[in-house]
């Protein structure tokens, strides 16, 4: 198994700027690319970003591309996410995600499909205030 723990939520200002981290354990080289997605009170769960762990392609959802900048550390197994112009509809629960080499050989979902992610976090709240 691989578990996933995030860090670095909190609460800021709008317009401000927050770091994610996001440190994976456990039987790690299963692991093809981490990433997050998000969840805001009463609404359905959004793809933020993802990160290919080798090579780094990254990709991100329209609402937080140029804003926010993905990467990684293989060698330390930790995914960031700064979050940059952070704006009041960013708050959410963002949850770290890793989607296994398995899932990536034997499936088809696009990047932003939940059902991509073999492993997810238990979230870390992010809350910006206007």
């Known amino acids: 198994q691989v578990q996933l723990i995030e860090s670095g939520g909190g609460l800021v200002t709008a317009g401000g700027s927050l770091r994610l981290s996001c440190a994976a354990s456990?039987?790690?080289?299963?692991?093809?690319?981490m990433g997050w997605f998000r969840q805001a009170p009463g609404k359905e769960r959004e793809f933020v970003s993802r990160?290919?762990?080798?090579?780094?392609?990254?990709y991100y959802g329209d609402l937080v591309k140029g804003r926010f900048t993905i990467s990684r550390d293989n060698a330390q197994n930790t995914v960031s996410l700064q979050m940059n112009s952070l704006k009041p509809e960013d708050t959410a629960v963002y949850y770290c995600?890793?989607?296994?080499?398995?899932?990536?050989?034997?499936?088809?979902?696009?990047?932003?499909?939940?059902?991509?992610?073999?492993?997810w976090g238990q979230g870390t709240q992010v809350t910006v205030s206007s």
């Open positions: 456990g039987r790690t080289f299963r692991l093809y690319a």
């Open positions: 990160i290919n762990l080798s090579p780094g392609n990254t």
């Open positions: 995600v890793g989607e296994s080499l398995r899932t990536y050989t034997s499936t088809d979902y696009a990047n932003g499909d939940s059902r991509r992610y073999d492993y």
